[in-house]
């Protein structure tokens, strides 16, 4: 009896040792990552999306420091309602070049056609590639429903990539990452199967006119494909200043805020939350690691420490 009991003991004073031991290791690598710079990666099906999503966050990151990257699996070449092919391709190219300039970020179009995406094998490997060359910490994606085809495989590559991002032998050419990154969905307004769920909510109040100047280098998406979609094109003004205030307007460009993003605003920014108007949300994937708010708090730089209630 006695025997089993020093057993206990030794096994229980054992485990909680290693539990401290682990504690102090993840502590000390948590305050390790908060004094090196965030790694940011956000996939586009076009070279145009990520910036809508996360222009905002983008700039923020940029101005404090931070890693971020933009990635387009397409090359947008037939994203027009008169020019297409390489034509098309090239000068996408060179806007989502300037988009990036204008924020500080790095810009990747890949040469995959616009409307033709599949999530292949080859795609897939193209995205595990992405995400190890930026040892990025976050991945940013659509999620896989949405109108657009393009849209919903973006969504698929990168869910696939999730986790395979670890294992050495898939891809051997380039070094695996040590551990899974935390994976988000940007915000959408689809509802089946299910709507999306605001996880984090950043405002974006400070850098909004950074990420409609980002958008402003889009030219032909946002002052002529995507006015000519919605029938909208004889509303573009044609001075370079009033296009600008227009496109402000545009509720998917400014990210006005969404009553359903209001409880994790508050969670994080406390009474401050009242006063923000323009914000991006997004879903913690359930494939990638599930940071705890401290992760959060350190991977997401934004938040005041002690938020007033
Ligand atoms: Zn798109």
Known sequence: MMKSLERFLATFYCAAWLVCVATLFFSASLALAQNEPVHVIAFGAHPDDCDLGAGGIAAKYA?????????????????????????????????????????????????????????????REQVIREIRQWKADIVIAPRPNDYHPDHRYTGVLVQDASYMVIVPYLVPDVPPLTRNPVFLYYSDRFTRPQPFRADIVVSIDDVLEKKINMLDAHVSQFYEWLPWTEGLLGQVPHDLAERKKWLAKWPSAARTLQPEWRAALEKRYGAQAATIQHAEAFEITEYGHQPSEEEIRALFPFFPPNPSR
């Open 63 to 123: 101005i404090l420091g931070h890693k971020v990257k933009f990635v387009s699996l397409t090359n947008g070449d037939v994203g027009h309602q008169s020019q297409h092919g390489e034509e098309l391709a090239k000068r996408r190219l060179a806007e989502a070049q300037e988009a990036g300039r204008r924020v500080n970020i790095e810009y990747e179009v890949l040469d995959n056609h616009d409307g033709k995406l599949l999530p292949t094998l080859e795609v």
